[in-house]
């Protein structure tokens, strides 16, 4: 059984679809995730409190949790090496958890359907989202990492990374995913971004105000900043402020992706 084209591809359908793939690990692999892990753990060397995580999504568990875990969600580093990845879906928050399963692991498949099989653990994937610590409260956590993936079906098979507090910096629920590209080919390494997409489990925040509706159909009319700006009475930088909120809320990457946006849902 493999999944097809068509098929619903959300997080617990592949993690069955798992069971179909061998089960041997390729040490050249796992040397691999080291290798990436020592870059990142450069790369962020002044965060303190970061946890660095290896997943074997064909075992559905931790092989690695390392760092400050329990000063972070209250749990011990056993409680995921041992709970597998049930106990991770148990203290995701539940909302979350639904973009996560059915669009942003969606999205990432069909990105590796469309890659050549040997740059897909190039790819560095960054998420943010919310789970339940051991007190009860929901903090939120930044997630960056890479995937190794079967090549065959393109199903991730590993997965390895690091994880962050950052519940100080984050007031929203917005999930951000951004996708970018490693450069092994460069002596010092360096990253392309690739797509920066936002998900609302609280739907009101993907709702456009009144204002920004105004300004779609002023941009949709072929209005600059400036003409807006001077029709309305603001400031330029205010109109370029509902600008950024527009294409991030609609997952827009440019204005003929606004507009058609503003067409589709009746806005002009």
Not at 2 to 30: C, G, P, Q, W
């Amino acid at each position: 059984m493999r999944l097809s084209a068509s098929s619903s591809f959300t997080y617990l359908n592949f993690s069955d679809e798992l069971h179909y793939l061998k089960k041997e690990t390729d040490i050249e692999d796992v040397s691999r995730f080291f290798r990436y892990m020592q870059q990142f753990q450069r790369n962020l060397h002044f965060f303190g409190d970061t946890t660095f995580f290896i997943i074997d999504y064909i075992r559905r568990t931790h092989v690695l949790m390392t760092g400050p875990v329990q000063s972070i969600i209250g749990y011990q580093p056993g409680d995921f090496l041992q709970g597998g990845l049930e106990f991770v879906v148990d203290i995701f928050h539940k909302d979350d958890f639904q973009i996560w399963s059915n669009e942003i692991f969606s999205s990432t498949f069909d990105l590796f359907k469309e890659q050549p099989h040997n740059e897909h653990d190039s790819y560095v994937f960054e998420v943010n989202y919310r789970m339940r610590a051991k007190a009860g409260n929901h903090i939120t956590i930044l997630q960056k990492g890479s995937y190794l993936t079967d090549p065959l079906s393109n199903l991730p098979t590993y997965a390895f990374g690091i994880c962050l507090n950052i519940t100080p910096y984050k007031s929203d629920t917005r999930i951000t995913r951004v996708i970018s590209k490693y450069n092994s080919n460069n002596k010092s390494g360096s990253y392309k971004h690739i797509s920066t997409d936002c998900f609302y489990p609280d739907p009101e925040g993907a709702l456009l105000t009144k204002r920004e509706k105004e300004m779609l159909k002023w941009i949709s009319d072929g209005f600059s900043s400036k003409q807006i700006a001077d029709t309305c009475h603001l400031s330029q930088n205010t109109v370029m402020n509902h600008r950024k909120s527009l294409l991030r809320k609609t997952n827009a990457k440019n204005v003929a992706e606004l507009i058609k946006y503003a067409v589709k849902n009746g806005i002009i």
